[in-house]
């Protein structure tokens, strides 16, 4: 799942230095999603095993 949301956000800062309208949108976005890689797999990983215990 961070694997993907790492490329996403790769994508998306990309695509912010191509594009002249609305780069700040993708930059905003690219960044969100590069902060939440790092949260999701506690979020995840907290609800799949908090069943095990």
């Given at each position: ?8 956000a ?27 890689s ?5 979020v ?10």
């Amino acid at each position: 799942m961070r694997t993907l949301l790492l490329a996403l956000a790769v994508i998306l800062f990309i695509v912010s230095a191509l594009t002249e309208e609305n780069r700040f949108d993708f930059m905003a976005f690219g960044l969100a999603v590069f902060a939440a890689s790092f949260v999701i797999e506690d979020v995840v990983g907290g609800f799949t095993t908090s069943g095990d215990q």
